[in-house]
């Protein structure tokens, strides 16, 4: 064997052997979730900061307007009242005795009426007839003068009566009122969520800034709300009559449709709390809601845009700088600037550097996920 064919064989040798090296020694190729660049549909949204709360439109937390012992209770936790019904009375006895003398005294009254005024007119017909009596020469001028004395005094009697009539009327109005301080009544027709106080306990007023409980939390459960605090820095965006998706916690499979009520003109500032401006979100329709609690927490979903038949891509898949790692051909992962549009917390709208059907990785987080790296792929649907 020549020299030369030597060396050449020694060189397919060392090659074929480093070829082999390299070929067992090489880096496995990293598994990667890739979804497919597809068109769909991208919103612009924005979310609660913090959970919100289904409230009702009508919520009343009743107490008595003077305190006093609890003589009664018509109803009970759960029940449905209409509006008008009696819900709790306080002992006011000494209210009822107080309205039996004033109705006496206001029937009394009536009764000197009928009979001061009859005479007060039985008294203006007398000076009639001395008048007539006078003009005729029957009668002194005097007699005829003591008889119109006489029916003015008892007119004026008259009208006194009648006014007693209307002071004992008052009386008697006033001592209801009174009565009314000690009764609670239903505004509205509801569910009653709450007594707090038993028979013969006593109960108070609950003023406003007084942490006392009400003794009758009364809720109009037939109108139904999402009350949403939303971070400062996104309540321009927000306008009356956006569309809305609620969740419930305790109802994760379902989806409520809602729309933007009211955007309350304040922020609020919480001690140790983000700042928020809270937003009135109703139901559509109202009777989706039924069934509901109050108190339930929610989370709403407020959308401010949408875009449809868009190229997009999960969001999960963007990287620092708007970039994205494309699945090439060869299994090799390549870096791509990409230009976005709309986005929310699961799609990106793709409007520059990729093309629909492209591979791009989703699972960044993995170890040795980097550009130029090998890579084998778990396709998701971009969908």
Avoid at 108 to 128: G, H, M, P, Q, Y
Avoid at 139 to 154: G, L
Wanted: net charge neutral; hydrophobic share 45%; charged share 25%.
């Amino acid at each position: 064997m020549s020299p030369i064919l030597r060396r050449g064989l020694a060189v397919v040798v060392v090659v074929a052997c480093g070829a082999a090296i390299w070929w067992y020694t090489r880096p496995s190729p990293v598994a990667v979730d890739v979804s497919r660049v597809a068109r769909g549909i991208v919103e612009a949204t924005v979310a609660n900061t913090r959970a919100g709360e289904i409230e009702s439109c009508r919520r009343a937390r009743l107490a008595p307007l003077q305190g006093g012992r609890i003589d009664s209770i018509a109803i009970e936790e759960g029940a449905h009242v209409r509006q008008g019904q009696v819900l709790m009375r306080l002992w006011n006895d000494d209210q009822q005795a107080q309205e039996a003398i004033s109705e006496a005294q206001f029937g009394s009254a009536r009764k000197r009426v009928a009979e001061i005024c009859t005479l007060a007119a039985n008294a203006a017909r007398e000076a009639d007839r001395q008048q007539d009596l006078q003009a005729r020469g029957f009668v002194s001028d005097s007699a005829a003068e003591r008889a119109r004395a006489d029916a003015v005094s008892r007119k004026a009697a008259c009208e006194t009566a009648r006014a007693d009539v209307t002071a004992a009327s008052a009386r008697v109005a006033a001592s209801r009122t009174e009565q009314r301080r000690t009764v609670l009544v239903a505004p509205f027709d509801g569910t009653v969520a709450k007594i707090t106080g038993k028979l013969g306990e006593y109960a108070t007023p609950s003023p406003p800034g007084v942490a006392t409980p009400p003794a009758i939390d009364l809720i109009d459960e037939s109108c139904l709300y999402v009350k949403a605090p939303m971070d400062e820095v996104d309540a321009p965006k927000i306008q009356p009559g956006q569309s809305v998706r609620v969740t419930i916690d305790a109802l994760p499979d379902r989806v409520f449709a809602a729309r933007v009520k009211r955007v309350a003109p304040y922020v609020a500032a919480v001690e140790k709390q983000a700042r928020t401006v809270d937003v009135d979100i109703d139901f559509e329709p109202q009777d989706a809601a039924r069934g509901l609690l109050v108190g339930y927490s929610a989370d709403a979903e407020i959308i401010l845009k949408v875009h449809t038949d868009v190229l997009r891509i999960p969001t999960a898949a963007l990287r620092a700088g708007n970039t994205v790692l494309r699945f090439g051909n060869k299994g090799v992962l390549e870096e791509r600037k990409v230009d976005t549009g709309l986005a929310n917390w699961e799609f990106t709208e793709i409007t520059g550097g990729l093309e629909e059907g492209d591979r791009i990785v989703t699972s960044l987080e993995r170890e040795g996920v980097l550009p130029g790296a090998r890579a084998r792929a778990d396709e998701a649907d971009g969908h």
